[in-house]
């Protein structure tokens, strides 16, 4: 302390001039400690940007995935064989007396059918034959009719399907033609008309076909019909 005194100024100087050096460092350590703390903030910001991106790209691709894996097909297990025979419906049993009866009705509804179709047949056979037989003979038409009727009968496609007739008469009269023919059996003469009314056409287009068992069991065919 005396030191102090005696020296004064000179010794108190340097003490001044340490104390001063002494605050300097001080105020130098506060603002490197200052500058410090502005990095040291501005680091963990960024370590904290970055984890928050790492942390967001992994839940975006977490959620990508259960997108997808919520959008793929699911597996639809698919049998093969049908049921187990275990589930299988038995097959009801079959009602003979209904079945019968459906028959029954169908052979009554074709019969009657059949039977209609007969009645109008001999109506409009019977319409014809008449207007055949009160019409004269046209000698100027009738003759080329009946030669053009005949090559229609004598066309070869007839004895090669073996439908030939044991006798045909053809005549006409003014307009209306008949054609008698007589055959071996139902099948011949339903070969024979299927073919000469194919063949025949436009020449006589409104015909009427009727067919007859003779006693000996073969059949005729007489056919009315317009030659003009």
């Known amino acids: ?11 108190l100087a340097p003490v001044i001039t340490h104390t001063c050096d002494s605050r300097n460092s001080r105020q130098y350590e506060s603002m490197k400690s200052g500058n410090r703390l502005p990095l040291a903030v501005a680091v ?3 370590v904290a940007v970055v984890a928050g991106t790492f942390f967001l790209r992994g839940k975006s691709g977490t959620g990508d995935q259960a997108v ?6 699911v597996p639809v297990a698919t049998q093969v064989g049908g049921p187990p ?7 009801r049993p079959v009602d ?19 039977d209609e179709h007969l ?6 056979r019977e ?6 037989a009160s019409e004269q003979v046209d000698p100027a038409w009738a003759p080329g009719k009946i030669s053009e009727l005949t090559n229609v009968a004598n066309d070869a496609s007839f004895e090669v399907a073996e439908a030939q007739p044991k006798s045909l008469s053809i005549d006409c009269r003014s307009s209306m033609c008949r054609i008698d023919g007589q055959f071996d059996d139902s099948n011949k003469a339903e070969d024979w008309i299927l073919l ?30 317009r030659g003009r």
């Open 1 to 11: 302390m005396k030191g102090c005194r005696e020296t004064g100024t000179l010794f």
């Open 44 to 46: 963990a910001v960024v």
């Open 68 to 73: 997808e894996e919520s959008e793929a097909p």
């Open 85 to 91: 025979t275990g589930t299988r419906q038995a097959a």
């Open 96 to 114: 003979r007396r209904q079945v019968e009866d459906q028959l029954s009705s169908q052979v009554e509804r074709r019969a009657k059918m059949r």
């Open 119 to 124: 009645a109008r047949t001999n109506a409009l």
């Open 127 to 132: 319409q014809s034959a008449q207007r055949y």
């Open 196 to 225: 000469y009314m194919a063949s025949v056409g436009g020449s006589m287009p409104n015909s009427v076909v009727s067919r007859t068992r003779n006693p000996d069991g073969t059949m005729r065919v007489e056919i009315y019909g």
